[in-house]
């Protein structure tokens, strides 16, 4: 369960932002499940004329009524607004259960107050799924005690992650949110992204340069390698350097191409998830000197000219590879030290897998890569995993998908899905095995990624419409297409390779 707190300070405007149609005209039976006080008593009513809109006056009025009379010692921002959500793929509560959860929140929020303290006026709206078909309720709290005593908050976001943590265990939800557990955080799209991908019927920009970065990460070997990666799935990357010393790199900023003569929009790195941050990234290779200023704007990748049969080839190898790294997981003990550097490297294969067959960034393999990432998401101060042999198999594995690239026709699609379903056996295994691991939120996100993957396993000949093939005509641009980097000699990836080269 995810709670977002927002802050406001019109209780009616709140109000028919909830009773109206929303952005996405997702609120289709807008209805109260719990309040301070009797439902039927604070629901407003369906008014009859005016085309058939919502009487919220006397509700406004009612949560109102704390804060005038607190008067001048009120809190300004005195609207607490706190969405719960869960993922798709929990499914729907109904309205008895969503009534419980949020009677339990406020409580645990302290804004029903105690035997010294009043309490909040506060209700709880459900009116359908999300645009992304999410089931979710809204509470609003007036932060104002029924005897006109303002309250002020003192970190309520962190302690409605904390509540949300309790009430998962009380209600038997899934645990969806590693950041929850101490890991690295990912931050959130905003209102704006959300809505010009709406527009343009395309992924956010953030979603698509979070996917390409990590893909790029997969099997890197040093900090400079990563960059020309970059660069070869024709992002824009900047560096962001120090004050103190002009020359060293401090940072990193992103952006797709634009199309035509528009301007690129520039994400950093740790804006972009938690875990790609450069120091973050640099963790990987503690040992390693970092590339100056000028070799990260000189660094450059050349594409790959293997023909369509080699290219078939390596997805063929790349399949048997990892159908063996699936079997050998189940050898691997659930306290093992390899499995951060498992999780992590299982993450950036799907990222190169996704990027491969869903350039668009649409689709389950993109979907289920962004939920590995979190299942796989580092502790903020861990220090880099102990190496795995398991973890270098799949880097050579996304080595061989890098320079394989993308399909370039229906035929190759067709031999790129044999990767696709050894990937998400990967993924469901894995989800398996981390839950034996009683790491309750790594488990919950990994969950959520073999869930994205499931209807692929079982939907047979169906799956080469999965596998994307991009328009070969001009440069790329939004979306980005996967271009191969640096072409090294085509090696075979479930032979042994040398893993100090």
Known sequence: ????????????????????????????????????DDVALLAPERRERDGGGWSLEELAARLDAPQIAAGERGVQQYVWQCSLSLPAQEGQLDDATWSRIAGRFVAEMGFTGDAERAGCRWIAVRHGLSAKGND???????????????????????????????????FGLGKWTPGRSGATKRPELNRPEVDRARRSGQAPDRELLRRQVRAALAGARSEAEWVARMKGAGLLVAPRTSAKEPNQVVGYAVALRPAGAGTPTWYAGRSLDGDLSLPQVRKRWPEVE??????????????????????????RSSAAALEAISGRLAGVAPDSPQWPAIARASAELLARVAA????????????????????????????????????????????????????????????????????????????????????????????????????LLQSGAQLVDQVQVPNQGGPPQRPVHTVPGPVRPRVDPSVERDPQR
């Open 1 to 36: 369960m995810i709670p977002k707190v927002t802050y406001g300070s019109r209780v009616r405007g709140l109000l028919e932002y909830l009773w109206g149609p929303g952005k996405a005209e997702e609120h289709v039976d807008p209805h109260l499940v719990a309040g301070y």
């Open 136 to 170: 979710h309720v809204h509470l609003v709290v007036t932060l104002a005690t029924e005897d006109g005593a303002p309250v002020w908050l003192r970190q309520d976001k962190r302690r409605s992650q904390q509540v949300a943590d309790l009430l998962e265990d009380e």
């Open 290 to 315: 970092r590339p100056s200023v000028g070799q990260w704007k000189a660094a450059d990748s050349t594409e790959s000219n293997l023909r369509g049969e080699d290219r078939m080839a390596v997805w």
């Open 356 to 455: 491969a067959t869903e350039p668009s960034g649409q689709g389950p393999m993109s979907r289920a890569a962004d939920a590995l990432a979190r299942a796989a998401a580092p502790s903020r101060r861990a220090p880099a995993p102990p190496a795995s042999s398991v973890a270098q198999e799949l880097g050579r594995v996304a080595d061989a998908l890098l320079v394989a690239g993308h399909a370039r026709d229906g035929g190759e699609a067709a031999v790129l899905l044999a990767v696709v379903v050894q990937a998400a056996r990967l993924v469901v295994a894995l989800a398996e095995l981390r839950a034996a691991q009683q790491q309750a939120h790594a488990a919950g996100a990994a969950a959520a990624a073999a869930a994205h993957l499931m209807p």
